[in-house]
């Protein structure tokens, strides 16, 4: 019998149920639930514009498919998300040219402003 084995173990993937990840059964079933239950209630029950009803089904059905199914840098979406926003929202504490923080503008005091303004 012959079976794959991967270059790092790390990567690999349990399939929990018809070849779905464990992640993706927890995610991206429960969206897909969510989708075919709100269409088919708008099917039966009119009150709503199929825009809203859209706009709220891919509110909440489409962070779910992400964070199942999108591995950006093979990296969990979460994991991604926390870093994309943590080093995009900082400052860096030192620049390519090694002095700190230079691009930021120089505070002037109220008496410098006055003396402009004067």
């Known amino acids: 019998m012959n079976t794959r ?3 790092d173990i790390s990567k690999y993937q349990h399939r929990a149920w018809l070849g779905f990840t464990t992640r993706q059964v927890i995610f991206v079933l429960p969206a897909l ?7 088919g ?7 709503f514009g199929d825009w809203f009803v859209y706009g709220f089904t891919g509110s909440f059905t489409l962070p779910l ?3 199942g199914v999108y591995c ?8 991604y998300l926390h870093y994309r926003l943590r080093f995009a929202l900082t400052v860096p504490v ?25």
């Open 65 to 67: 498919l992400l964070f």
């Open 5 to 7: 084995v991967f270059k």
């Open 94 to 118: 030192r620049t390519l040219t090694g002095k700190e923080n230079t691009h930021a503008k120089p505070t002037k005091t109220i008496n410098e402003i006055q003396a402009i303004c004067d």
């Open 33 to 39: 639930a969510i989708t075919i239950l709100v269409l």
């Open 41 to 47: 209630l708008n099917l039966f029950f009119w009150q």
């Open 72 to 79: 950006p840098n093979h990296l969990a979406f979460e994991h």
